[in-house]
């Protein structure tokens, strides 16, 4: 059995929580922690059977019974408690992204390196069942030689400008998702990047120095080219799609939705819209992630996200932003040698 503290109690947090509870195995919730906790967090974790609660993370990590944490707090704080914890004894699985800085990230990876211990990013996308009959049919070649990678991601409405403002940007906080996939799909690694953007949803979030509609297209190291199209708006809900053409066919995967039912009649033939959003889309994905990292655990296997998969996603996020600034296609070796990163 697994011994689990959770770091942050916001929404991924209590979604782990809920989905650990219910559909995890060998693994239990020992402690929450949370700054911001009150009454209604507290309620929360009693209603799951958690005992322990703390506003300060810490206690966790001086807590010998528990093996692992699950990082769920901002953004900013992810890789100074992956260290941390990493330094405490714990297994970690870490939310997306482990930072928005190059060289934070580089210092999890060394730490986590030299510790021996598990360390997963949450890409919970890999772990979605439509996603993955794509990447099995394509490593089982059924679809041949890649040559073109296609993935829609839409959200049904925009974030609010104050989240905007502390994302990261598009790039890193909503396409991050997309480019773990292209390289989760292809398992290929991406070398160039191109990206055109513009504001079509809010015009708060232009001045807030973002923006909510990008394509990108990327060239990868298998030959193939890959092509993301976003937009922080879609009216008809989560729009989530993939595609993988090949020289022997293709393989694509459309929207989840609450049921398959379709009326036809007089007016039309009309379908239900796709799921909400992401916790309603990705639900069992979440519990399926941490299943795979209690599995990595208890067996002593690799975990199936590891730390330089969380890095990877943010080196091309940083070439698309630079592409749109600079209006011209970046390598990933260019954002490397920005970083002063090994090149491989």
Known sequence: MVNIGIIGIGRIGRVHGESITKFVKNAKIKAVADPFLNDNGKKWAASLGIEN????????????????????????????????????????????????????????????????LKYQVGFNRRFDH??????????????????IIKITSRDPEAPP????????????????????????????????VFAVGS?????????????????ITMKL???ATAVIDNCRQAVYGYDQRAEVF????????????????????????????PMYFFLERYMLAYAAEINSFVDAICNDTPTAVNANDGLQPVLIGLAAKKSVEKNRPVSIAEIKKDFSLVLD
Do not use: W
């Open 246 to 273: 090949g020289t022997k066919g293709a393989i694509s995967i459309g929207n989840d939705s609450n049921s398959s039912a379709v009326i036809s009649n007089q007016d039309g033939v009309l379908s239900e819209k």
């Open 221 to 223: 190291a298998n030959g």
């Open 130 to 147: 439509n996603f993955r009959a794509i990447k099995d049919a394509v490593e089982a070649g059924k679809i041949g030689k890649q040559q």
């Open 199 to 215: 504001v079509t949803v809010d015009p708060e979030i232009g001045k807030a120095g973002d923006i909510d509609t990008a394509v």
């Open 53 to 116: 609660v703390y506003t300060d993370y810490k206690k966790i990590l001086a807590d010998a019974e528990i093996n692992a944490v699950l990082i769920c707090s901002s953004t900013d704080t992810h890789s100074p408690i992956s260290i941390e914890a990493i330094n405490a004894g714990k297994h970690v699985f870490c939310e997306k992204p482990i930072d928005h800085d190059v060289k934070k990230i580089r210092k999890v990876l060394d730490t986590v390196e030299k510790s021996g």
């Open 161 to 192: 400008i104050e989240y905007v403002k502390v994302s990261g940007g598009i790039f890193l906080d909503m396409t991050i998702h997309d480019f773990d996939m292209v390289r989760y799909l292809s398992g290929s690694e991406v070398e160039e």
